[in-house]
């Protein structure tokens, strides 16, 4: 496979992130909580056959440097500006070429599964392409060819808002890309699916559920 794609992944400043995961882990700081889930996802997307770079947005130092270490390129994001700033921004950043923007809340994600909807994207319409998440009404990743821009519309029924901005939906995409988590109860489900280590970690397994094979 070729490494043609950059992705770009905002993350808040832990004490505002995931607000509605607040609790969900007794004995737990929600800042590690916060944390994992974004770790286990960028080590994911670095660890994914078609991805030549990752730009995180953020300017919380912890995520700074949790980032960094895990081989993502880190720019500063202004701490009021908002998600899809910070997409547009990061967006770029990654200047010319194939661009998606992910979610950082995807602790289950298998780097085939997004590989596979990376490849879809490139092999269909010129057009900007997005995943659903699991639920069908959020949005987990969005994508666009070189010289399109990427034109975020995350947050509150965003799967709608990218198909009236003209993105097509990859709808075969594999479970472990559409759960994002939000609550405890996608914290669950995501734990069914296989979490990344930090998150295991976190929930008390050693070692990612179910090996999350790549």
């Known amino acids: 496979m070729t490494q043609v794609w950059t992705v ?21 700081p929600h800042e590690a909580l916060a944390l994992a889930l974004a770790v286990d996802t960028i080590e994911a997307v670095r660890a994914c056959p078609v991805v030549a770079g990752v730009v995180v947005v ?17 720019v500063p994001d202004h701490p009021t500006a ?39 994207a ?20 969005l994508a666009a060819p070189p010289g399109v821009p990427l034109d975020p519309r995350f947050g509150g029924g965003s799967a709608a808002a990218h198909a009236a901005s003209g993105a097509l939906p990859l709808l075969d995409a594999g479970p472990s890309l559409r759960r994002d988590v939000d609550t405890a109860a996608d914290l669950a489900a ?24 790549v």
């Open 122 to 141: 490139r092999s269909g319409p010129t057009t900007r392409r997005y995943v659903p998440d699991a639920p069908g009404t959020g949005t987990v990743l």
């Open 58 to 74: 953020t300017d919380d130092p912890a995520v700074t440097a949790a980032a960094g270490a895990a081989g993502a390129r880190v």
């Open 82 to 120: 908002g998600l899809n700033p910070a997409f547009r921004y990061g967006a770029a950043v990654a200047g010319v070429g194939w661009v998606a923007g992910l979610t950082a809340d995807l602790p289950a994600l298998r780097p085939v599964e997004l590989a596979a909807a990376l490849s879809a």
């Open 190 to 213: 995501a734990t069914r699916l296989g979490l990344g280590a930090h998150t295991a970690s976190l929930c008390g397994t050693a070692v990612p559920t179910a090996g999350r094979p």
């Open 8 to 28: 770009v992944v905002p993350v808040k400043r832990l004490d505002a992130a995931k607000s509605r995961l607040r609790g969900a882990l007794p004995g737990q």
